[in-house]
């Protein structure tokens, strides 16, 4: 397994896991948490927004490196059988 996609499991559930607890405090003690879990939400929504900028930018590269490549060879299909 990648090493982002193990990043994405451990965000769900240490997400589901704070909504869980926070929840069970709130259930305690009647206060709701709402400023803890829109920040708690909206910074790991970030750490997992700029994972996929980082993975986006790793496929266009490549893509790019992919194209370069077959205008070098003059190949506009693609296909490398001759």
């Known amino acids: 397994m990648k090493f982002s996609k193990k990043i994405i499991i451990f965000v769900i559930f240490t997400n589901l896991l ?3 607890l926070s929840f069970y405090l709130f259930y305690l003690t009647g206060v709701e948490p709402y400023a803890t879990l829109t920040a708690w939400i909206g910074f790991s929504s970030v750490e997992v927004w700029a994972l996929g900028k980082i993975k986006r930018s790793e496929v266009e590269k490549e893509t790019e ?4 490549f077959r ?3 003059g190949d506009e299909r693609g296909d490398i059988s001759e």
């Open 18 to 20: 704070f909504v869980c």
């Open 65 to 68: 490196e992919i194209k370069t």
């Open 71 to 73: 205008e070098f060879r």
